[in-house]
């Protein structure tokens, strides 16, 4: 038996249950976050890897996206283990509100390789 979900986004619910994995990390980006392009995976993340000769760890990154509810969390993010190592490596400072099997179905891939179970 599984625990009550909690809602954490606009479309995501994070499980309560010890017994699923949870294999994301969602993480909240503020308006002011947002505004620095250096806090888009896409752009900063890849160039990390590079400079680091970690390219190899490409396909076990996966980052997915969508639309906060407000400007505190104007942008979410849906981050693997891998991915989320990665992030606080390259000394970023995020804020996980919550942890769930698989990203959100609204999101979309923003870096890395697609879920799948």
Do not use: C
């Amino acid at each position: 038996m599984t625990s009550p979900r909690k809602k954490i986004g606009p479309s995501a619910y994070a499980s309560e249950s010890k017994t699923e994995a949870l294999n994301y990390t969602v993480i909240a980006q503020d308006i002011a976050q947002v505004q620095d392009i250096r806090n888009a995976p896409a752009v900063s993340m890849a160039q990390f890897l590079v400079e680091r000769g970690q390219i190899r760890l490409l396909p076990t990154i996966s980052i997915y996206g969508e639309r906060g509810p407000d400007r505190d969390k104007l942008r979410l993010f849906y981050m693997n283990a891998t991915a989320l190592r990665i992030w606080k490596e390259m000394g970023m400072q995020p804020t996980e509100i919550g942890a769930q099997h698989r990203p959100a179905r609204t999101a979309q891939l923003v870096f890395g390789v697609p879920y799948s179970d």
